[in-house]
């Protein structure tokens, strides 16, 4: 058995990014079906992002300043400073009011030695001005502004450019595009953009005894449950999920499952037929394809069983994860290793790595020892320290009732057999 490090350095270095160059597509940073539907004006201001989740191909500049132009930080007098550098309660300045600035309104007037101008946020400062005084430290008397603080220079004024200036770098390539950077790609008025593809990662689950959720039980049937699950992690690692069904323990029609696969897809992932059961013949399958077996089990529990192949094409190996059957198995497994490669391969510059997060155990974790052992449950945070609590009832890798709502493994290395309630372990956190 390969040690988990070293399954690990393997896996992710058979992952190869998308190119920069083939693997792109232009999107559009808003969607406009709602307008294309004919709904109304104010339905097509709620339109998704189309850009939204999606990782950069290209990095972004923009001929803006940020801000566009000088512009106030506050509501009260746009103001020279000369005019005001030493005035104070007991001698104030008395400044002319010359004219009133909103948000949006382009200043007329050219502000002259005695003169003010009411101003208000996010409006442009008018010409001769320097600095804001905030409304709080004034007195207004009809036409004439009184300050009773000297301000500093400049104070209050948000220059132009302050921010960002024009054909700098606004963002970088291979970033996950959320919230935060959508807001930033609008407010430049940047429509369009370059993206990675979503990856195409297809599924399928081998032998006789799966059935559809949708079918009757027969006695000796199980459901296959991991299509369905892996299809929902694949899709929130930000890939497209091509489900090949349920494929039966024929080498036949395995081998014609694979060899589509293959060709129709980045990774390929298969549940079941990876151990030394009689009916279990992926490997060979695979070995007759041209793949490259790089991974045959590794020291883990669960998810011993992981086969890692690659196949080789024009452009990137194809990777090939063939995961355990056993419905925990093959989610840890794909938390483990999978999830991490999906995210390298779509392009993601940093943050594809699993990540870990130091927590207290609510009560104590056991293990043989023997193999790197996971166990799942809850991580949470209480009074700023991170606590976790494992799943309740049998933690088998047969038993799916309890991994609902797992936001995270327990990692027990190899040797320990123990952590004690209380004392600290090692959390791979898990994306919901």
Known sequence: MLSVSDAENIIFNLVQPLNTQQ????????????????????????AAARSADRILASEVTS??????????????YAVRYEDVYNCNEHK??????????????QPKSTIQSGQAARIFTGAVMPAGTDTVVMQERTRREGNRVIILTAPKLQEFVRKRGMYYRAGKQLLPSGILLKASEIAVLAAFQCTQLKVFRRPRVAIFSTGDELVTPDKPLQPGQIVDSNRYALATLIRQSGAEPIMLGIVKDKPEALKEAIAYAIAHADIVISSG???????????????????K??????????????????????VRPIVYFGLPGNPVAALVTFWRFVQPAIKKLSGLAQGWEPVYIKALARQELCSGGKRETYVWGQLSVKNGVYEFQ?????????????????????????????????EQVQVLQIES
């Open 23 to 46: 693997d792109t597509e232009l999107v559009d940073l808003l969607s406009t079906g709602d307008a294309l539907l004919g709904l109304s004006p104010w339905s097509y201001s709620f």
């Open 390 to 422: 494992p799943a309740g009832g049998l933690q088998n890798s047969g038993n799916l009732i309890n991994l609902a709502q797992t936001n995270g493994l327990a990692v027990l290395p190899v040797g320990t057999t123990l952590i004690a309630a209380k």
């Open 63 to 76: 001929q803006l300043d940020f801000p566009h132009w000088d512009n106030s930080a506050m509501d009260g």
């Open 293 to 314: 077996i790089h991974v045959r089990d590794i020291a883990t529990k669960p998810g011993k069983p992981l086969t890692v192949a690659t196949f080789e094409n024009d």
């Open 273 to 291: 037929g990876v151990s030394v059961g009689d009916y279990d013949y992926v490997e060979q399958i695979l070995e007759s394809l041209g793949g």
């Open 92 to 105: 104030p300045a008395v400044l002319e009011i010359v004219e009133e600035i909103p948000a949006g309104v």
